[in-house]
C-alpha cells in the first residue's frame, strides 16, 4: 500500500489521523553518496524509493563544493582506509565509464605530491609502497627528485615528489544531477525542499516530520545527510557520545594570465596528518580555472561558506555542544589551538595563504590571485576520547542505517562505496526485496 494510517500519540480526536505516503527506504541527503545509493537501490530491486533532500537540487553543498579531482589513492593507508581506499581505486574508471556513456567532461591532469626535506620524501617512499596495496599499477605512480620535478614543471621547486598520472577533474554537482537523473528513471522519487525536522517511531517504520509540515513513513531510513549526518543519528538516539566540528576550506582563483603557471595539480605532504587541516594545493578546475588552498576554518554550521558565526541560534548551539561535548577535550590540546590560530590568519590574509604554497611554487604572489575561489566545508567527527575519528563510521539501527564522517576522497569513491553499502544492507537483512533488472550504468557484481 503506497499510504499508512499514522494515529495520533495522544490519540485526541479523529481530526488527528494522517495518511502518510510510504516508502520501503528513505535516504536523507541528496549529496553524492545519497543519491549513489539510491542509483544502486532503484536499479537493483523493485522497491519504492524516497531521496529526502532540503535544497531545491541534488549535490548543492558538499558534492558540488570541492576541488572537482578524481584521486587515485596512493595516499591512503591500505590497513587504516582500506575500504575507503579501494572505493576509490575502484570509483575511478566507475566514473570515466559514466562521463564517457553521459558525455561528460574527463580531464585527465595528474598529480604532484611534492616533499620539501628528507623527512617528508620518507613519507613519499611509504606512499609508493601503499599505491600498488591500493589496486593501482605500479606504472600509474613514479617518484622524481627535485631536478626531474621541475623539468617537468618549471615552476615547481621541492625536494622530491610522487607524480600520479591517473588523477582527473570533474564537476561533480553536475556527477550528482546526471545521477539523479538515472535514479528518477528506475523510480526514485526525490523529496526537494524537505528539510528534516522530527523522527517518529525510529524503531519501526520511522515517520520523518519536515519544517514543510509534510511527513512520509518508511521501512528503512539511510542517512546520508554530510555534515549533518551526526545530527540526523542523533533523532535516532545513536551516536550520542560523539561530537563534530566544521572547517571551511577556502580558496582563491588565480588570474587569467597564471591559470596555466603549472598545468598538473599540486598537493604537498600533509604535517599533521592526525588533524583536519589539509596543506596547500594548486588545483586544475574542471572549468581550465587554476586555484590554490585551502585552509581549515573552524565555523559553526556546515554551510556557513563566507563569515564566521552565522545565525545566532545555530551559533550559540554549536558554542553549548563544543563547551559540553567530547570536543572540549580537543580544544585543551596546545598543538591543536596553535594549528587552529594559524587557520584563521590564512583566511584574514591573502598573503598569508600564497605564502603556504610559495614553499613549493616560489614565484607566485599574492596579486596573482583577485578572487575568492568556491569554499567547501568538511565535517570530521570527535570521539568521546577528544580525537578526530580517523575513518567512516557506519551506525544500525533497528529500521535504520547510519553513514557518518564520510569525508575526502568521499566524492571519488562514491559509486563504489554506496554499493558497498548496498551489500551491507542486503547481507543484514534490510533489503528483503524482488530484485529487478535494469540497464545499469556499472556492474553491481563487479565491485
Given at each position: 500500500?503506497?499510504?499508512?494510517l ?92 559514466f ?13 604532484i ?55 582527473a ?25 524537505h ?22 513513513s518508511s521501512?528503512?531510513?539511510i ?41 598538473t595539480?599540486?598537493?604537498?605532504v ?12 594548486w ?28 545565525d ?33 590568519l ?6 598569508v ?37 580517523p ?34 544492507l ?22
Open positions: 500500500m503506497p499510504y499508512v499514522l494515529t495520533n500519540p495522544l490519540n485526541e480526536t479523529s481530526s488527528d489521523l494522517i495518511m502518510l505516503e510510504k516508502f520501503d527506504v528513505a535516504i536523507i541527503g541528496g549529496g553524492l553518496l545519497g543519491t549513489s545509493i539510491s542509483y544502486w537501490l532503484s536499479s537493483l530491486y523493485d522497491i519504492k524509493i524516497a531521496v529526502v533532500e532540503k535544497e531545491q537540487d541534488v549535490g548543492m553543498h558538499t558534492s558540488s563544493r570541492n576541488t572537482g579531482v578524481v584521486h587515485s589513492p596512493f595516499y591512503l593507508n591500505p590497513e587504516k582506509k582500506a575500504k575507503l581506499a579501494k572505493a576509490a581505486f575502484l570509483s575511478h574508471a566507475m566514473w570515466k565509464t562521463a564517457e556513456k553521459r558525455g561528460l567532461p574527463w580531464n585527465v591532469v595528474g598529480t605530491e611534492v616533499a620539501l626535506d628528507e623527512t617528508q620524501h620518507k613519507i613519499l617512499e611509504k606512499y609508493m609502497a601503499w599505491g600498488p596495496k591500493n589496486g593501482m599499477s605500479e606504472n600509474d605512480i613514479t617518484l622524481l627528485d627535485g631536478t626531474e620535478v621541475t623539468k617537468k614543471e618549471p615552476n615547481i621547486q621541492c625536494h622530491s615528489a610522487i607524480h600520479c598520472k591517473t588523477d577533474v570533474v564537476d561533480y554537482g553536475i556527477y550528482t544531477r546526471k545521477l539523479k537523473e538515472e535514479s528518477q528513471r528506475n523510480g526514485t522519487k526525490f523529496l526537494l525542499g528539510k528534516l525536522e522530527s523522527v517518529e517511531n525510529p524503531d519501526d517504520c520511522p515517520v520523518l516530520g519536515f519544517a514543510n509540515k509534510e511527513k512520509i521501512k528503512l531510513v542517512n546520508c545527510a554530510g555534515g549533518y549526518s551526526l545530527d540526523v543519528a542523533k533523532k535516532f538516539s545513536l551516536a550520542m557520545q560523539y561530537s563534530s566540528l566544521h572547517f571551511r576550506g577556502e580558496y582563491w582563483i588565480a588570474r587569467e594570465q597564471y591559470t596555466n603557471l603549472v598545468k595539480n599540486v598537493y604537498s600533509p604535517n599533521y596528518p592526525d588533524f583536519p587541516f589539509l596543506d596547500p594545493h588545483i586544475i578546475r574542471s572549468d581550465g580555472k587554476s586555484e590554490v588552498g585551502p585552509n581549515a576554518v573552524p565555523v559553526a554550521s556546515p554551510e556557513i561558506y563566507s563569515g564566521y558565526v552565522g545566532i541560534e545555530t551559533f550559540i548551539s554549536k558554542l553549548a555542544d563544543v563547551v559540553t561535548g567530547s570536543t572540549r577535550k580537543l580544544l585543551l590540546n596546545p598543538e591543536f589551538m596553535n594549528l587552529i590560530a594559524k587557520e584563521w590564512s583566511s584574514l590574509s591573502k598573503v595563504m600564497i605564502e603556504r604554497v610559495q614553499k613549493f611554487m616560489p614565484k607566485i604572489k599574492p596579486d596573482f590571485f583577485s578572487e575568492r575561489g568556491t569554499a567547501g566545508i568538511r565535517t570530521p567527527i570527535i570521539t568521546p576520547e577528544g580525537q578526530f575519528l575513518d567512516v563510521l557506519e551506525l544500525e539501527g533497528k529500521a535504520s542505517y547510519h553513514i557518518l564522517n564520510y569525508n575526502s576522497p568521499g566524492a571519488t569513491g562514491a559509486p563504489a562505496y554506496s554499493a558497498y553499502v548496498v551489500k551491507a542486503r547481507e543484514k537483512g534490510f533489503l528483503q526485496y524482488a530484485a529487478r533488472k535494469t540497464d545499469s550504468i556499472w556492474n553491481f557484481d563487479l565491485l
